[in-house]
């Protein structure tokens, strides 16, 4: 008998494997985030750092096998640190700043694929991006996990850092499992309303869960029964957004942008004075921007609206070592071509608050877990009608109330852009760090070859906002 170790294999999740396979020519699946770490850091200490924390989860030394059923997670056995932490030095152009060169380069990462033979991550550290500072560049594969799961990773890996449970007291990680519990109140009942709407629909929701637990009564069998049928004809039937400038055919390059954060506690008074809530505001500044840009450039956004897919969490936060992608998509329209702020607040409120209490996220989530199970060209036909309806991506994700050190630097920003998928050109990334609130942008290059000159009118438009408020009658700010 052979003595060498069996090597630790893991079925890729149906989810996880329609992610996987979502990439295309235009848009890669990456996560990819940018620290900013004063003073300097070095190679070694970064691989030292690394090697001892990030590797605790199985994740980050598994490679990816294919197979005609999908995906399987196997321990890559020539595993080298060095070929997953390297480090580079920026090429500045005349006239051009590092933090110029940087954006630049992150850009290109954004667009180059991971290496398809070794785990799908890597983290590129830039010594001496200027005197005094480094930057961290972070590409991970979407297939290992979301923004909510890696987020929580990466942070393990800072100063204090909370690392995964020991092995012995894990749990396998059963999708089938958490998504029954997920889908308990769907009912076969339920399921066969939503089969009047379509057959595919309904298949999709039976492949995903097996409910045992019958709904108190009838009259929340036909509520929960109604929302779910409204939401699938919802999402099968969404008009095609506005055309714009920043919607048509995706190209391969692309651009990052980001600007100095908006300190969270201005926001926070904003949206008290207004009875709105931060995300709200923030959304408001963003759809702002965005039309003024459209206007700038000669696109008249009156009247427009576009669309912007929003990843929406479904797992509890203490769960989210285990990786993996469990989050759903709703569809926010934002109202790029109204120009008064006040009234684009309210239309921005009003749109969020029909997406509470809705079964879009799981119905969105159902769709890529029977993605999962199709080949490429049927996945991608299938995933397509959802990017076709929308011009964006955007996510919003909480991050640490304080500054984090890494081998006691302290990262003084946090970057991070989401991917896009099918021809969608557009990416919105808002993360709230000590104190402050950060948005970053990823453009395909031919759509929006200037990101920044979008992120410049974050703040005008949230000024705005600011300066209305402060204006208001102060009995009314009680």
């Known amino acids: 008998m052979s003595d060498s170790p069996a090597v630790h294999t893991e079925r890729m999740s149906r989810v996880d494997t329609a992610w996987l396979r979502m990439d295309n020519d235009a848009n890669l699946m990456m996560i990819v985030g940018v620290w900013l770490v004063e003073p300097e850091l070095r190679l070694d200490e970064v691989r030292e750092r690394v090697q001892e924390r990030l590797l605790k989860y ?20 020539s595993f080298d640190i060095a070929d997953h932490v390297l480090g580079e030095d920026l090429i500045l152009q005349p006239g051009q700043t590092p933090i110029e060169a940087l954006k630049v380069r992150v850009g290109h990462l954004a667009a180059t694929p991971l290496a398809a033979d070794r785990p799908r991550w890597e983290i590129r550290l830039v010594e001496r991006l200027d005197p005094g500072r480094s930057a961290l560049v972070i590409r991970i594969h979407h297939c290992i ?42 009912t076969d009942l339920t399921i066969k309303a939503i089969g009047l709407t379509g057959d595919g629909m309904a298949k999709s929701v039976e492949l995903m869960a097996n409910p045992v637990q019958p709904l108190a009564g009838g009259m929340e069998v036909a509520r929960v029964g109604y929302q779910v049928i409204s939401d699938a004809a919802a999402m099968a039937l969404m008009p095609d957004d506005s055309p714009t400038l920043l919607k048509g055919k995706a190209t391969p390059g692309k651009r990052v942008a980001w600007g100095e954060p908006l300190p969270l506690e201005e926001v926070k008074a904003v949206g008290q004075a207004f009875g709105a809530s931060i995300n709200d505001v923030l959304l408001t500044a963003v759809a702002g921007a965005i039309g003024d840009y459209l206007r700038a450039h000669g696109d008249d956004p009156t009247g427009k609206e576009i669309r912007a897919m929003v990843p929406v969490n479904l797992r509890p936060l203490d769960q989210a070592w285990k990786l993996g992608n469990k989050f759903g998509l709703v569809p926010l329209v934002l109202p790029v071509g109204i120009a008064n702020p006040i009234e684009r607040l309210g239309a921005v ?54 500054e984090l050190k890494f081998n006691g630097r ?34 395909d290059d031919v759509l929006c070859p200037d990101p920044d000159d979008i992120i410049a009118r974050f703040r005008p438009e949230f000024d705005k906002l600011l300066y209305l408020s402060l204006m208001l009658p102060w009995a009314d700010q009680a």
């Not at 009003?350 to 199970?373: E, H, I, T, W």
């Open 58 to 77: 199985d994740r980050f030394r598994q490679k990816v096998v294919e197979d005609t059923m999908g995906a399987t997670w196997v321990e890559d056995g």
């Open 145 to 186: 996990g979301d923004g909510i799961a890696l987020t929580s990773v990466m942070l393990s890996i800072t100063d204090g850092g909370k690392p995964p449970p020991e092995r012995k007291h894990r749990e396998p990680e059963g999708e089938h499992d958490w998504v029954t519990d997920l889908l308990k109140p769907v």
């Open 349 to 402: 409120r009003a749109r969020m608050n029909d997406l509470k209490g809705g079964y879009q996220p799981v119905m969105a989530f159902a769709l890529l877990a029977v993605a999962g199970l199709l080949i490429k060209p049927m996945q991608d036909a299938l995933l397509n009608l959802f990017a076709k309806k929308a011009t964006a991506v955007m996510t919003n994700v909480p991050g640490p109330r304080e």
């Open 410 to 443: 302290t990262i003084k920003q946090l970057l991070f852009w989401v991917p896009q998928s099918g021809d969608i050109g557009v990416g919105v990334s808002i993360l709230s760090y000590a104190g402050g609130v950060q948005f970053g942008l990823i453009t």
